[in-house]
T-cell receptor
Framework: SAVISQKPSRDICQRGTSLTIQCQVD?????MFWYRQQPGQSLTLIAT?????????ESGFVIDKFPISRPNLTFSTLTVSNMSPEDSSIYLC????????????FGPGTRLTVT | KQEVTQIPAALSVPEGENLVLNCSFT??????LQWFRQDPGKGLTSLLL?????REQTSGRLNASLDKSSGRSTLYIAASQPGDSATYLC???????????FGKGTKLSVIP
């Protein structure tokens, strides 16, 4: 398994501002994933982040709105840019475990409220 | 489009009861299926992972099954406890993709 930490755990932000969320893993991993969970909804994948290459975004998500950095094999950041109340969600990062089964592990999440 | 559905959306049971949570998926070409637990305002805790070649997995009081032909998975919880109260999510993984497709979850309340 992997131990994942996220900062901040929660934040309240004003519309039009940006917030950068950090994700730290206790071991080196190839793939890191960023998910969004809107209120009352399930998780939706935003993008997949590989170290040393541009993140791959899912349909409906763009780099200008959700820029991602992946400077090394244990760390990634997700920025939520030019926020609006619709961005209020829990943002979670996850990694795939080192077994071949494809099990994914999740961080504790960042609860974002945009006013 | 692959979809994952969980029924019921909420379930309330008395302590000590055995219960089953249901998960269905639209594409039988599933790679794996993972069950998670989410406590209010928190992240996800992985409970069980079932590979497409497996029929079930067990961990303590939890047993998860997978039937690819019918597009269903179940999570069986034995002798439920108030500490089991949480939202349970199932997520399907597909060959050739890292993306997990999540259901909306079943909110379980175990009443003392």
């Amino acid at each position: 398994s992997a131990v994942i930490s996220q900062k901040p755990s929660r934040d309240i932000c004003q519309r039009g501002t940006s917030l950068t969320i950090q994700c730290q893993v206790d071991s080196q991993v190839t793939m890191m994933f960023w998910y969004r969970q809107q209120p009352g909804q399930s998780l939706t994948l935003i993008a997949t982040a590989n170290q040393g290459s541009e993140a791959t975004y899912e349909s409906g998500f763009v780099i200008d709105k959700f820029p991602i950095s992946r400077p090394n094999l244990t760390f990634s950041t997700l920025t939520v840019s030019n926020m609006s109340p619709e961005d209020s969600s829990i943002y979670l990062c996850s990694v795939e475990g080192d077994s071949s089964g494809g099990e994914q592990y999740f961080g504790p999440g960042t609860r974002l409220t945009v006013t | 489009k692959q979809e994952v559905t969980q029924i019921p959306a909420a379930l309330s049971v008395p302590e000590g009861e055995n219960l089953v949570l249901n998960c269905s998926f639209t594409d039988s070409a599933i790679y794996n299926l993972q069950w998670f637990r989410q406590d209010p305002g928190k992240g996800l805790t992985s409970l069980l992972l079932i590979q497409s070649s497996q029929r079930e997995q067990t961990s303590g009081r939890l047993n998860a099954s997978l039937d690819k032909s019918s597009g269903r998975s179940t999570l069986y919880i034995a002798a439920s406890q108030p500490g089991d109260s949480a939202t349970y999510l199932c997520a399907a993984g597909w060959a050739g993709s890292y993306q997990l497709t999540f259901g909306k979850g079943t909110k379980l309340s175990v009443i003392p």
